[in-house]
């Protein structure tokens, strides 16, 4: 017995579809994946409402973009008085939520931890890809792959009722698995401790060097970066290669110099 299953997710990106359904085929299964997308706000605290004097003057500056509807990118707070002129801001923001629709041939046993967490990446697995083919075609960096991570809540939903077709999805749902996604600290910098002297050192060698960072050592951390935090794995590899490339080059240059020469030959 079949049953479709539904899981949401909700990301700090904005997607520029049309609200509804779309349907695409995911290891030659279909899968329907509703959007819906809106506006919130993400506030910065720089100096806390308890250490902040009352008898000081402030001020609230928006900066507007005076569209329909009206958009108010940032409302910053600054104090004239105080040695930390700005106290705090409130930046616009965005989110889509994503619901993924597939069918699964084997009944769900929502008491089973590990069956909850295949299905839960199963169904972030569908998420990424729609992500990676919608930034190909709209063409937004603003828009990067989402991590598991960056949706606050995840839920999944079984119906054993149910229609699915090119033409959407329904059914009657019932919750099986929730999670609530807490960032931890170390994701955030909060517990970074201060970085050891034999780092510091370099870091000041680098600066002290006149010279740019090198590009195979900004191309690695970018890998690091695509398979880590976006679980890019494809691409990461391919920006790894062109790191071996660039170092190689380099390495070439600097041994042809030391030996004069000019010109290489087959």
């Known amino acids: 017995m079949s049953q479709l299953i539904k899981a ?78 700005l106290e705090e801001f409130t930046d616009a923001a965005s989110f889509s939520q994503l619901d993924v629709c597939f069918e699964v041939s084997q009944l769900v046993d929502q008491n089973d931890k590990r069956a909850m967490a295949k299905l839960r990446d199963d169904a972030f697995a569908r998420v990424q890809i729609f992500v990676r083919f919608y930034r190909l075609a709209a063409n937004e960096v603003d828009v990067p792959i989402p991590n598991l991570a960056s949706s606050p809540v995840v839920e999944l939903a079984v119906a054993d009722d149910y229609k699915m077709d090119e033409g959407g999805a329904e059914g009657e749902f019932h919750t099986i698995y929730r999670q609530f996604q807490w960032p931890l600290p170390a994701t955030k910098g909060l517990l970074k401790p201060r970085m050891d002297p034999q780092r510091t050192e370099a870091f000041v060698k680098h600066l002290r060097s006149g010279k740019e960072p090198d590009l195979y050592a900004e191309q690695l951390l970018e890998a690091k970066e695509l398979s880590r935090l976006h679980g890019n794995h494809r691409l990461a590899i391919v920006v790894a290669q062109g790191a071996f490339e660039s170092f190689f080059q380099r390495r070439l240059l600097e041994e042809c110099e030391a030996r004069g020469i000019n010109n290489l030959s087959a």
């Not at 579809?17 to 809106?38: C, F, N, Q």
């Not at 973009?65 to 990118?73: D, E, K």
């Open 8 to 85: 949401r997710f909700v990301f700090p990106i904005r997607l520029s579809l049309p609200e509804g359904g779309w349907a695409y085929k995911h290891d030659g299964d279909l899968t329907m994946i509703g959007v819906r997308s809106g506006a919130g706000e993400l506030r910065l605290v720089l100096l806390p409402e308890s250490e902040r004097s009352r008898n000081k003057e402030r001020f609230w500056l928006r900066t507007v973009f005076r569209r329909h509807p009206l958009v108010i990118a940032r409302t910053a707070c600054i104090s004239p008085g105080h040695d930390l002129l």
